[in-house]
């Protein structure tokens, strides 16, 4: 078998039905399922739009406008600088705040714990000096002393009346003892347990020396809790029983500080970003501005408006730039124009000398003829000569009459006379007329699709020029195989495609195919009397009615014309019914083997219910990139339709046919009954 030909089918050999799958095949189909599924779900494709709906204009804006990335880039740039600013003098605003705060409260704290020692040492010398033996105990039961309970009070309000406000004292018993008037003892409503907090306790009560830690005041009257630094030190009372001495300060005002900082910082810096976006704002509309100004005035140009100019002002880079825009802008125009006159005196001579050489050749013609029938009596040289004669005087009347259609195309003067026709007549008195030719080739013409009526509005003369070029070729280039003309309808468009199974065409032939005069080898003789323009002719006629020729071949495999035509003269062709690259193609048939054999070779004996279930996968319609003007893999034509009616040309922007003569975005309208199309000009 060879390589072209279709995969074997399940029980041939080679096909292997029984074969396991591999662990890599078995892994690529699973991700290939689960693609699909996703690609699938109504679901998925709703909240994908769902979620992009509201992003695509804000996007579309991004890319078009550079003055708006320009001024967001600066914006987002200069708020992050300003905010790690911020955070740096912040950081050093507290630091700075809070050590100050710390060395003033170590110090009054330190002072403080000194003039309680110094109180409970004179306490305690005074109540020896009474006789009292030490303790300032009265009774035998142990109570405190009226005269302790109410030192400690005195001790707390000397303490912290020092302070006027600034800083609150308490005092905690060591551990659980409340004994011998050590009981909590706060000023300005400190609660004393609350206040202060358990690690620094501990600390405290392990150490000799000064401890600190942050926390927050409560109060018992229910006032808001203040942050505050605490300090506090184990001493010991008149009587050398150790208590819990500590001082709390407030942070409020550096708090105030802060926020203040804070407050400013974030003003100054907002003012600052948008200070920063407004002049990015100016600076980018001063180069932007002459910028979209030479946009606009290049769009202008491009649509034929060769007198558009830049205005130019001042002498900077911006000027010089407007100055060379200007300068080019004159150039082409001034080499346009003399393209313009040259091309319109090629095609006055071209004109003329069709119409003057119309007189001579009606002569030689008269000539010819009365030789021709008289051949009979002449020698066999001179008879043969007299044939050849006529035969190439009927191909200079062809080339002639070619060329008077060209020049009319040139001129703009071609009239389209639409009417709706049945396109089936046509094809039949263009195959009844190409049938000679096709038995001197050896070549069987085949119609498919004619079982129902193909009807369009279109110029019979023009349509049926157009498919007797077609069939002709590709009986001429045939190679004695056979010709099959495909006629289908679908949506707004009718086509019909014209394959062959000869030589084929090489790689770039596909767009160079409808040149004037171009000849894929230039040695094969012309034994139809082809001019060289007849599909020149014939994409002329198809831009007239508003449709498409295309072309595709591949080497040794054949090619395929393909005509799409709208169905009313004003329709705009959204895709074509029969696909640009046929079933039969090489890459289809390897494609297709390859699908055969992988489903061979990884599907079990017996699939689950599920896989019985799954729909069968369509076939995508894809374009191949190389299919555009310019790569030479297939030929897209752009409708051009007449009488001064908008066209979309070549050059314009904006979606363009594909291989399947669709745009993007847009459904194809194909037949349910043929695969994907894709161009290629392999």
């Known amino acids: ?265 974030a003003t100054a810096g907002l003012f600052v970003v948008v200070l920063l976006g407004a002049i990015a704002w100016l600076v980018v509309r001063q180069v932007v501005t002459p910028v979209r100004m030479a946009a606009g005035v290049a769009e202008r140009l491009s649509a034929g408006r060769l007198q558009e100019r830049m205005k130019v002002t001042g002498e900077d880079d911006i000027a010089r730039l407007g100055e060379a825009f200007n300068k080019m802008a004159q150039n082409l125009q001034l080499k346009i124009q003399q393209l313009e006159d040259l091309s319109r005196m090629q095609r006055r001579f071209v004109s003329d000398v069709s119409h003057e050489l119309r007189t001579p050749l009606t002569t030689v013609r008269m000539a010819a003829d009365v030789i021709h029938e008289a051949r009979v009596d002449f020698d066999p040289v001179t008879a043969r000569s007299a044939e050849l004669l006529a035969d190439q005087l009927d191909r200079f009347e062809s080339l002639l009459a070619d060329l008077l259609e060209i020049s009319r195309f040139d001129a703009g003067a071609a009239a389209l006379e639409a009417e709706p026709i049945d396109l089936r007549e046509v094809v039949r008195r263009v195959v009844g007329g190409a049938e000679p030719l096709a038995e001197r080739k050896g070549t069987r013409i085949r119609v498919v699709g004619d079982q ?73 003789a012309r034994t139809t009397g082809g001019t060289g323009l007849g599909l020149s002719i014939a994409l002329e006629d198809a831009r007239l009615h508003g449709g498409w020729l295309q072309a595709w071949g591949e080497p040794g495999g054949g090619s395929q014309f393909r005509l799409t035509l709208p169905r009313t003269a004003d329709e705009p062709l959204r895709g074509s019914p029969i696909p640009l690259e046929p079933k039969d193609s090489r890459r289809n048939r390897e494609t297709g083997r390859e699908r055969g054999a992988e489903k061979l070779a990884t599907v079990p004996a017996q699939a689950t219910e599920a896989q019985r279930s799954l729909p069968p996968r369509q076939a995508v319609a894809t374009a191949d990139p190389a299919a555009l003007p310019g790569n030479g893999n297939g030929a897209r034509v752009v409708p051009r339709p007449a009488n001064g009616a908008p066209h979309t040309d070549d050059s314009a922007p904006g979606p363009a046919p594909g291989a399947d003569g669709g745009r993007p975005g847009t459904a194809v309208q194909q037949d349910p009954t043929e695969p994907g199309e894709a161009v290629s000009g392999r």
Not at 19 to 34: F, I, K, M
Not at 147 to 171: K, P, R
Not at 188 to 195: E, I, K, L, N, Q
């Open 452 to 524: 129902q009526p193909v009807v369009a509005e279109a110029d019979a003369r023009r349509v049926e020029r157009v498919l007797r070029n077609l069939v002709v070729n590709a009986v001429e280039h045939g190679e004695g195989k056979d010709v099959v003309v495909k006629l289908a309808a679908a949506g707004g468009a009718v086509a019909v495609a014209v394959r062959d199974y000869g030589v084929g065409l090489k790689p770039g032939e596909a767009t160079r195919v409808f040149s004037r005069f171009w000849r894929a080898d230039p040695a094969r």
């Open 1 to 265: 078998m060879s390589g072209d030909s279709a995969a074997s089918a399940p029980g041939r050999p080679g096909a292997r039905p029984g074969r396991p799958a591999g662990r890599n095949t078995s892994g690529s189909r699973r991700a290939r399922l689960l693609r699909g599924g996703l690609q699938r779900s109504p679901f998925a494709r709703l909240f994908i739009r769902w979620v992009r709906r509201p992003l695509l204009p804000v996007m579309r804006l991004w890319r078009r406008n550079i003055q708006l990335r320009v001024v967001a880039t600066t914006l987002l740039m200069s708020l992050g600088v300003v905010l790690l600013l911020g955070f740096v003098v912040i950081g050093q605003v507290r630091n700075g705040l809070l050590e100050a705060k710390v060395k003033a409260s170590q110090s009054q704290a330190t002072g403080g714990f000194a003039v309680a020692r110094q109180q409970a040492d004179e306490a305690a010398a005074g109540a020896t000096g009474a006789g009292t033996g030490g303790d300032i105990v009265s009774g035998t039961d142990g109570q405190p002393s009226q005269n302790v309970i109410q030192w400690m009070s005195d001790l707390v309000e000397s303490l912290s009346s020092g302070g006027a406000g600034a800083f609150d004292v308490v005092t905690l018993p060591v551990g659980d003892d409340t004994g011998g008037g050590r009981s909590p003892r706060g000023s300005g409503y400190v609660s004393p347990t609350d206040s202060v907090p358990a690690a620094l306790r501990d600390r405290v009560n392990s150490s000799t020396t000064a401890a600190q830690s942050y926390t927050r005041i409560v109060y018992s009257t229910g006032k808001e809790p203040q942050p505050a630094l605490v300090i506090g030190k184990q001493v010991n009372d008149p009587n050398g029983h150790p208590y819990e001495l500590y001082y709390l300060f407030p942070l409020t005002q550096e708090e105030k500080s802060l926020s203040l900082v804070k407050t400013t910082l």
